[in-house]
């Protein structure tokens, strides 16, 4: 499993061009699904609109899927992949909106006016590297607690939750592949009798 860059959240940009509005809408989307449902809400908040032009790319499969909405054929869709593409970025959809003004802008201005406006959305995202990560609830009597704290600390573990009971209970973040040594240092604070539990790898923001 390795780390990747996306998007948090949406972000949006408008540009103008020839009295042509352009917004450009951004949003994370890690399936298709996911994806269609951005799109479909931009589709309902812009029922008037001229075009729905949307690009997507995802990183299940490498997939990818853009539509001119109407636009001439590769003016639109495609220069809004090219974007994403370029970007560094994957599980994300890119939907550009545009609102006729009443010239024709001819396929340069318009390849133009949805690369800027995709470009525009991105440069207003949050970005944020998701990495494989593992997470490890541990057990503890109260005198082992603010040892294995500092243990975790050093391991680079990020605390989700402590828990007060009859014992105490770390609920840890680690990135995978950085908890072995963690465990044998636990391990051997708790003379071997650790009582852990360790879950599969998952992805995100770390």
Same mark, same amino acid.
Do not use: W
């Given at each position: 499993? #390795?780390? &990747?860059?996306?998007?948090? /959240?949406?972000?949006?940009? %408008?540009?103008? +061009?020839?009295?042509? =509005? ?6 994370? !989307?890690?399936?298709? #699904? ?5 799109? +479909?809400?931009?589709?309902? +908040? ?8 949307? !690009? ?14 109407? #636009?001439?054929?590769?003016?639109? /869709? ?27 802008? /001819? %396929? /340069? ?7 800027? !406006?995709?470009?525009?959305?991105? +440069?207003? !995202? ?11 609830? *541990?057990? *503890?009597?109260?005198?082992?607690? =603010?040892?294995?704290?500092? $243990? ?19 609920? *840890? %973040?680690?990135?995978?592949? %950085?908890?072995?040594?963690? *465990?044998?240092?636990?391990?051997? $604070? ?5 009582? $852990?539990?360790?879950?599969?790898? &998952? &992805?995100?923001?770390?």
């Amino acid at each position: 499993m #390795e780390g &990747y860059t996306t998007i948090r /959240g949406v972000a949006s940009a %408008t540009i103008v +061009e020839k009295k042509s =509005e352009f917004i450009a809408s951004a949003s994370f !989307a890690d399936s298709e #699904e996911a994806a269609l449902r951005f799109l +479909e809400s931009v589709r309902s +908040e812009h029922r008037t609109a001229n075009h729905n032009v949307y !690009a997507y790319l995802l990183r299940q499969d490498s997939r990818t899927r853009y539509s001119d909405d109407g #636009e001439p054929q590769k003016t639109a /869709g495609l220069p809004v992949l090219e974007v994403l593409r370029h970007s560094g970025l994957t599980d994300l959809i890119v939907v550009v909106t545009r609102y006729f003004g009443g010239t024709l802008l /001819g %396929t /340069g201005g318009l390849v133009r006016a949805y690369t800027s !406006a995709a470009q525009a959305a991105l +440069e207003r !995202a949050q970005r944020v590297t998701v990495q494989p990560c593992v997470d490890l609830d *541990l057990l *503890l009597p109260y005198p082992l607690y =603010e040892q294995a704290g500092r $243990l975790a600390a050093g391991a680079g573990a990020k605390v989700r939750d402590t828990r007060f009971a009859d014992q105490v209970t770390l609920c *840890l %973040t680690l990135l995978e592949g %950085t908890e072995q040594p963690l *465990l044998n240092q636990l391990s051997e $604070l708790c003379r071997g009798k650790l009582h $852990l539990q360790l879950s599969d790898p &998952y &992805y995100a923001p770390f």
